[in-house]
C-alpha cells in the first residue's frame, strides 16, 4: 500500500490551495481518512478527519476555513484549504486507515507568505 501526496505550494496570505491524497496497492477497505500537519520547530499535529460514513472533524484553528473530502471510487482523500494564513504552513502529511492498519504519506509543503 502506497500514499501519494500532492498539491502543495507557495500562496499568499488569503488565497487556498487543494491538497490531494491516493492510496494505491492491495485495498479492501478504507476507513478513517485524516490529514495533520508538522510546522517547523513544532510536532505533528492533527487537521482534519473523515469517516467511512462521512463524518467530519476539524482543530479549531481551521473549522470554517478548510473542508476535507474523500472519494472512495479513487481512494482519495482531499483537503481543500481556503483563506490560509502564514501560520497555516506546514509540512501536511495524510493518514489513511487501511485494512485496519495506519499508513502515513510523504507529505506535501505548504507555504503561506504574508
Known amino acids: 500500500v502506497q500514499l501519494q501526496a500532492s498539491g502543495g505550494g507557495l500562496v499568499q496570505a488569503g488565497g487556498s490551495l487543494r491538497l490531494s491524497c491516493a492510496a494505491s496497492g492491495s485495498i479492501s477497505s478504507i476507513d478513517a481518512m485524516a490529514w495533520y500537519r508538522q510546522a517547523p520547530g513544532k510536532q505533528r499535529r492533527f487537521v482534519a478527519a473523515i469517516t467511512s460514513g462521512d463524518t467530519t472533524n476539524y482543530t479549531d484553528s481551521v473549522k470554517g476555513r478548510f473542508t476535507i473530502s474523500r472519494d472512495n471510487a479513487k481512494n482519495t482523500v482531499y483537503l481543500q484549504m481556503n483563506s490560509l494564513k502564514a501560520e497555516d504552513t506546514a509540512v501536511y502529511y495524510c493518514?489513511?486507515?487501511?485494512?485496519?492498519?495506519?499508513?502515513w504519506g510523504q507529505g506535501t509543503l505548504v507555504t503561506v507568505s504574508s
Open positions: 493518514n489513511v486507515y487501511i485494512d485496519l492498519q495506519g499508513y
